[in-house]
């Protein structure tokens, strides 16, 4: 919460090399009048009071990708869900590396196909700078991809990688610099379509599982009916014209060996058309539940019965349908402690006419919908969210949120114009008030282009404690977007960066948060938005101060830990004491 | 008063910004024969004479919006009501107009609308609903509370005005009286699940945990209380597309309106008698019914469009079952099963052969 002085257009030095002319003939696009007020911003004093600011970096910084949806004009359904992002330091040197989701042609799925790509992070200083490592680091993922899962599922130190597909799903184990792609030995065999997945300790003994949510069946292209909704245009089908899929829970019975225990504990008794995951203890019972997303039907909470069975519990904690009692179309799914009372909120994208939902923890496990009086309702009506983030944006301490837009449905003025895919909305940044409402700041990169955008990932590219996001379009460019925002002294503000580590990896599942009168729940993760992976690390935004926090950490056995004293302003890699 | 004011600014802004020039419709891709039925009516908008009245060229584009909104072509529904707006502020058209708004999202252009239309139309209860409903979305709660005040005041027995009061009232945390507001929806339109659920939601704030379970156990379906509009009932007329009257005849089934479902099937098998599906969906509804000298005559139809059809052979088979013809019925299975031997054709196969033991 800061006081918002003038214009708030984002300084950014690195946006002044542009010539008059250049300037001039500027003046009729929007974009370029944003950069224009950059411009200003270096003569006009006042403009030092920007705090929120974002650049987008990806073709300077080296990365070229751009997603093939497979789409000749037949509008397979199949074509507009793909693809997601992750973020992860495959080398472990410290800087978060990009794996990007490619689709490529649906009709003839023979030949030289394009893989998923790589992109190592060798920035030095703060310009964003990658190469692809795609082949180099063994890649060859070829399938048509939708999402991405990180996580060490060998316990040996490095991160490992599952992508999603439509088709069937793949593990990279990874090998310090190398990827080796594994199927036989994994039981990830089964063709479905799958989206979004979430690795997770759910039984407790050490090894992260894996719940994929499959999204539904959809028939051979020759046999695909194209739809036509009651306007007799050419359309996308919904979700509704095809069967649902159960999801997956796949139990890791060390090192990375899965075994199929979907039937066994639970999950297969009830299917829907998964989009998104997250894991979290969603009922205070100090275990790890799953809540999915699902399109166009009631979202599933699983609550963890001890490990080894599931029960499917979302309609009585408030989290199936809205507050009105109404099934939407849910994409994406992120859970955060937004309003900081030490307890886990869920926020979940939704379809056009639908708001997007904000269910609030209220207690013993119940959640009520209070999308309308967080502001979070009235904007969304309009848009298609996917990928959505919660994070603190300018480290102020308290918790924003970035979602990534794209229709499903055509959007006619851009079919008149030609505009392919012509699904094309704006993202959407929502700055937290500090008052219990978040209100939408559309002056940043973030909500600049009009993109099909599906998966957002976040992590801190740059390592200078802020979060950066990485946004994936459907038949369209990756965008970076550097967070250089600032606070209202014009200094970044304070903040604290850790990685918490148990069993020589990531401590997946454990909970940590700071000492004091506000105790925000932070949890180590990678999953949540849609179809992509974060960043595990945890960013805790201290505004203006400058006192050395301490922290307290529960681990995922339940041990508690506490570290004082921390050096504010960098990262601290803490490990779980043996006790 | 607030209203008032509002709909001075907005009507002053109307004039202001009126456009002199006709919005574009675009039409193109649609299929035939809704896309010869919505060109020409264009056409007629497009190049009508001079020396018409304004009032006739703002129906000539109302229609046309009619028409697309119908269809579910909303962009271009909004661009033909706004064309109509541009010749004679008519209150039909930025009704309807709202209402394609409201179904892109556009919350805030919707309420700009309803609030025209409620200044003009202020006995007609359904308006100030909606506008009470449009408000609420956009968060603005005491305004949203009014409007559906005066809407409940007009008309005591409009239930979704009851259960989107009962909205606003949790989002002021006024539980017992949404609780109130509820229980008198609910009275009227039990069907609605969503009644149901709210009144699941509202008891467990109050803390009635009991009720909570049992109210979230009446919530048989996901259906809002059932709105009469007639403005809207206009609208559905200028359907050309069957599929339109197959998902009204869904709808109305769900909620239990049984003739409303069938007088859908027949308008849509009237808009395509060739089809199929339609003529089956339609004979299944007849049979779950018992109107079986009905779904005879439907199914005589059937078999001059589709003798091969599986599905015309199983209800052959049901109807003759129903007449106690049973080795009739058993010679229509056989034909269904050669056909398609589907589930239910086995079933009723077993069942026949049951039948014939006793013969």
Known sequence: MFLRVGLIYPCSHNNLAMTFPQFKASLLDRTRRVQMLWFACAIIPFCVNAEIAFREVATEAGVDFVHESGAIGMRWTLEITGAGVGLLDYDGDGKLDIWVVQGGPLKDRTGDLPSDRLYRNITEGSELKFQDVTKAAGLGADSYGMGVVTGDVDNDGDVDVITL??????LFRNWGTRFEMRVDEVHLKRSEWSISGSLADLNGDGWLDLFVANYMEFPPLEKYKVCRRLSTRKGYCAPSNFDPTPDQLLLNEGNGVFRDVSKEFGIASARERGMGVVVDDLNGDGVPDIYVANDMAMNFLWV????SQFAEDALLSGVAVNGHGMREASMGVSVADWDQDFDPDLFLTHDIKESNTLYVYEHAGWFSDQSIQSGLAPSSFSKTGFGTVFFDVENDGDLDLFIANGSVSMID???AKRIEPPLRQTNQLFVNTGAGKFEENDATTLSQFEDVSRGVAMGDLDNDGDVDLVVSNNDGPLRIQQNISTSTHGEANHWLGVRLLTLGRDAFGAVAWLEGDI??????????SYASAHDPRLIFGLGDSATLPTLHVKWPSGANQTFSNLAIDRYHVLTQSEQ | MLFRARFILIAIAVVLTTPQTANEIYLEGIEEPFATIASAAYEAALKSDVNLSPELVANRWGELGMLLQAHNMHEQSIAAYSNALTELSDPRWLYLRSIAYGELGRVGESIDDLIVVTSTMREVAIIWYRLGQALLKAGRVAEAKEALT???TLDEDLAIAHMTLADAQILDAEFVNAKASLQHAYRLQPQAGQIAYRLASVERELGDLNASQMWLGRRVNQFSPVVEDP???????YSTNPTFFISAARRAWERGDRETALEAYRQAIALEPQNVQNLIGYTRLLTVLNRYDEAEK???TLEQVSPNEGMLWYFRAVVFLEKDLVLEAQNAIEKAIAIDPTPE??????????LRKYD
């Open chain 1, 165 to 170: 597909n439509f088709g069937r799903n793949q």
């Open chain 2, 231 to 237: 403005m809207l009932s206009l609208v559905a007329q």
């Open chain 1, 304 to 307: 963890n019965q001890g490990g």
């Open chain 1, 413 to 415: 003025a851009q079919l």
């Open chain 2, 298 to 300: 439907t199914l005589d």
């Open chain 1, 519 to 528: 105790k925000e729940r932070k949890v180590v993760r990678t999953d949540g």
């Open chain 2, 345 to 354: 054709a086995r079933n009723l196969e077993r069942e026949i052969a049951e």
């Open chain 2, 150 to 152: 005066t809407a409940l």
